[in-house]
């Protein structure tokens, strides 16, 4: 099962990255993830492999059964190649923690739409994550809010009616909530005003985190923007404040774009010529250097300032030059160096196309 539901995953475009709002792609992406412990078994962190064997064989029946899932693909994590588990991680239908190896019955359970998926024996017993494009934090909820109630309905979860429900980390008690959204924000690295926008946002509860999340490093100018608190307020209430903050960044961004557009057009530009001179001529091109260009020319193509080159193609491009993609792709385990060589040559095929 696991071969063939990874080779179907590579054949379909990855769905949060899909354009919902031309005028709008600051925000790539938003996803909230809900933490959740069976009540009266023991927590993965201090779990045997029999018990994380039982809450496998009891989550996995009642998510299949009750088809909380649509189309339930299924991966047995341990016994994943370094590159398979990489792959689902670069998709973001896992955590970089769960993309480790480990031992126990760990398995990534995910709808045919990739926009839906549940880790068994992460750091919880279970976290349910669901992930779409653009800023849409509320209409996330309202459907991961309804798989909970009918998980919650056939499972009992482990929960305190003064804290709420309990979990491995202690940051994550109370609704077991992290809400998130992915930015693009070169224009504010550009303008050197990212450090102050940051510090603002951490007095509120909100942290910024890299790519993939908590302890990933920040490249190609993509921040994850998430609530850092679980508890003393309610689902409704965190989404909303994120959101509101959310959008001051994203006004932030714009402004700081036009401000350098009106001041320093020539230095906007030439980072921008740079990037795509980088990306269309280069015959090695690393992983990071191709994220911090694509995140260039993302703000490029936002501001109009490309007449045939378009956010789908930057959106294909930030998935396909990813490292397990490219080894997918070429059904084989490339060297650091072959993978170099074949995301310079996949780049400057596709903006040829685009020019």
């Not at 960044?249 to 932030?252: P, S």
């Given at each position: 099962m696991n071969?063939?539901?990874?080779?179907k995953?590579?054949?379909?475009?990855v769905?949060?990255?899909?354009?919902?709002?031309?005028n709008?792609?600051i925000?790539?992406?938003?996803?909230?993830?809900?933490a959740r412990?069976?009540s009266?078994?023991t927590?993965?962190i201090n779990?045997?492999?029999?018990?994380q064997?039982?809450?496998?064989s009891?989550t996995?029946?009642?998510?299949?059964?009750?088809k909380?899932?649509?189309n339930?693909?299924?991966?047995n994590?341990?016994?994943?190649?370094?590159i398979?588990?990489?792959?689902?991680?670069?998709?973001?239908?896992?955590s970089?923690?769960?993309?480790?190896?480990?031992?126990?019955g760990r398995?990534?359970m995910?709808?045919?739409a990739?926009?839906?998926?549940?880790?068994i024996?992460?750091?919880d017993?279970m976290r349910?994550?669901l992930i779409?494009?653009?800023?849409s934090?509320?209409?996330?909820w309202?459907v991961?809010d309804e798989?909970?109630?009918?998980?919650s309905?056939n499972?009992?979860?482990a929960?305190?009616?003064t804290l709420g429900?309990?979990?491995s980390c202690?940051?994550?008690?109370?609704?077991?909530?992290r809400?998130?959204?992915?930015?693009?924000?070169p224009g504010?690295?550009?303008?050197?005003?990212?450090?102050?926008v940051?510090r603002?946002?951490s007095?509120?509860?909100i942290?910024v985190?890299g790519?993939?999340?908590e302890?990933?490093?920040c490249?190609g100018n993509?921040?994850?923007?998430s609530?850092?608190?679980?508890?003393?307020?309610?689902?409704?209430?965190?989404?909303?404040?994120?959101?509101n903050?959310i959008?001051q960044?994203?006004?932030?961004e714009?402004?700081a774009?036009?401000?350098?557009?009106?001041?320093k057009q020539?230095?906007l530009?030439?980072?921008i010529?740079r990037?795509?001179?980088v990306?269309?001529?280069?015959?090695?091109?690393?992983?990071?250097?191709a994220?911090?260009?694509?995140?260039?020319?993302?703000?490029?193509v936002?501001m109009k300032m490309?007449?045939?080159?378009d956010?789908?193609?930057?959106?294909e491009l930030?998935?396909?030059t990813?490292?397990?993609h490219?080894?997918?792709?070429?059904?084989?385990?490339l060297?650091?160096?072959e993978r170099?060589?074949?995301?310079?040559?996949?780049?400057?095929?596709?903006?040829?196309?685009?020019?």
């Open positions: 071969k063939k539901a990874i080779d995953l590579l054949l379909h475009p769905s949060w990255l899909a354009n919902s709002d031309p709008e792609s925000a790539i992406s938003s996803r909230i993830k809900l412990n069976l009266g078994l927590f993965p779990s045997s492999e029999s018990e064997n039982k809450v496998l009891i996995s029946s009642i998510i299949r059964k009750n909380i899932l649509n339930v693909m299924e991966f994590i341990n016994s994943l190649s370094d398979d588990r990489c792959f689902l991680l670069e998709r973001h239908l896992m970089r923690d769960f993309c480790k190896e480990g031992s126990g398995c990534l995910i709808n045919e990739e926009s839906c998926s549940i880790m024996n992460e750091e017993h349910t994550q779409q494009p653009g800023l934090l509320q209409s996330i309202t991961i798989i909970d109630n009918r998980l309905k499972i009992s979860f929960y305190n009616k429900y309990l979990t202690p940051t994550n008690v109370g609704t077991g909530m809400a998130s959204v992915m930015l693009n924000l504010l690295v550009l303008a050197g005003h990212l450090d102050a940051v603002g946002i007095k509120l509860g942290v985190r790519l993939y999340g302890g990933s490093e490249v993509l921040y994850q923007v609530n850092q608190s679980t508890l003393g307020e309610s689902e409704l209430q965190i989404i909303q404040r994120l959101k903050i959008q960044i994203i006004n932030h714009k402004n774009r036009l401000k350098l557009l009106e001041t020539n230095f530009q030439d980072h010529g990037a795509y001179g990306m269309r001529y280069s015959y090695i091109l690393s992983s990071k250097e994220l911090n260009s694509l995140s260039i020319l993302r703000m490029g936002d490309f007449t045939l080159l956010i789908d193609s930057i959106n930030f998935i396909s990813q490292p397990a490219l080894q997918k792709y070429s059904l084989k385990k060297t650091l160096a170099d060589t074949l995301r310079a040559k996949i780049v400057r095929e596709k903006l040829q196309k685009s020019s």
